[in-house]
C-alpha cells in the first residue's frame, strides 16, 4: 500500500510568508507526527496526534508554528512570518497507535528554504 | 538537553568490515530503542528495534546490543557493504509516552 505522503517535496519562500505542509498518513494509522530535521542535526519533534485526543505540542518551538489533523487522517502543519532559522526539513511519521512498539513510518520530508 | 548522545557523527568502514554506532541516555524512564537509516532525501526507515529485557538482538547483518546498567545501546553491522552507506539514528521513548527522542545521527561511509 501507500506510504506516508508528503507535499510539497520542496519550498522556497521570501521571509515573512506563511508556509503550510502537508502530510497524508498511511490508512488505518491512528497516531501522526511531525518533526523538524536541520543540517547535521538529529531530529526535533515538533507535536504528535492520536485519534481524537487532544494533540501534544509540547515540541513546538514558538507560536508561530501551529497543526492541524482533520477527520484523523491529512495534516498540515502551519509556519506563519517564517524565519530564516526555519529552514529545514520537516518530516511527517504514522503508526498504528502512538505507543512504541507500533514503528513510525516515516515520509520523505518537506525541504523548505527560507531566503 | 540531548535526551539520546550518539557517536560517532560520521564513520568510514572498509567493505566487510564491522561498523559500531553507539547510544546512551539518562532517563530510565526509556523502554524501548529503535534505529533508524535514513537515505539523502528520503525518510528515516526503521532498520532494527530492542526493548530492555533482552541485551542483544539480531536481524541479518544487524545486530543491537543493549546494557541497561550503563545505560548504553550500540548498533552493530557486519559484513558492512557499501549499500549500507547511509545516516543512522538511534532513538528512544518511553512505552507510555508520546515522543521519541533521537540521536543526532551517524553518517556512515562505507569504501568498496
Known amino acids: 500500500g501507500a506510504g506516508v505522503s508528503q507535499s510539497p517535496s520542496n519550498k522556497v519562500t521570501e521571509k515573512g510568508k506563511d508556509v503550510e505542509l502537508r502530510c497524508d498518513p498511511i490508512s488505518g494509522h491512528t497516531a501522526l507526527y511531525w518533526y523538524r530535521q536541520s543540517l547535521g542535526q538529529g531530529l526535533e519533534f515538533l507535536i504528535y496526534?492520536?485519534?481524537?485526543?487532544?494533540?501534544?505540542k509540547s515540541g513546538l518551538p514558538s507560536d508561530r508554528f501551529s497543526a492541524e489533523r482533520t477527520g484523523g487522517s491529512v495534516s498540515t502543519l502551519t509556519i506563519q512570518r517564517t524565519q530564516q532559522e526555519d529552514s529545514a526539513v520537516y518530516l511527517c511519521?504514522?503508526?498504528?497507535?502512538?505507543?512504541?512498539?507500533?514503528?513510525?513510518?516515516f515520509g520523505d520530508g518537506t525541504r523548505l528554504s527560507i531566503l | 538537553q540531548q535526551q539520546v548522545k550518539q557517536s560517532p557523527q560520521s564513520l568510514i568502514v572498509q567493505k566487510g568490515g564491522i561498523s559500531i554506532i553507539n547510544c546512551a541516555y539518562e532517563?530510565?524512564?526509556?523502554?524501548?530503542f529503535p534505529w533508524y537509516q535514513q537515505f539523502p532525501g528520503k525518510g528515516p526507515a526503521l532498520l532494527i528495534a530492542?526493548?530492555?529485557?533482552?541485551s542483544e538482538k539480531k536481524e541479518g547483518r544487524f545486530t543491537i546490543s543493549f546494557n541497561k546498567s550503563a545505560k548504553q545501546f550500540s548498533l552493530h553491522i557486519m559484513d558492512s557493504q557499501p549499500g549500507d552507506s547511509a545516516t543512522y539514528f538511534c532513538?528512544?521513548?518511553?512505552?507510555?509516552?508520546?515522543?521519541?527522542?533521537f540521536g543526532t545521527g551517524t553518517s556512515l561511509t562505507v569504501i568498496p
Open positions: 532517563n530510565t524512564a526509556f523502554d524501548y
Open positions: 532513538a528512544a521513548t518511553p512505552w507510555t509516552g508520546n515522543q521519541f527522542y
Open positions: 511519521a504514522s503508526s498504528l497507535a502512538g505507543k512504541g512498539l507500533q514503528p513510525q513510518h
Open positions: 496526534f492520536q485519534g481524537n485526543s487532544a494533540p501534544d
Open positions: 530492542i526493548r530492555p529485557d533482552v
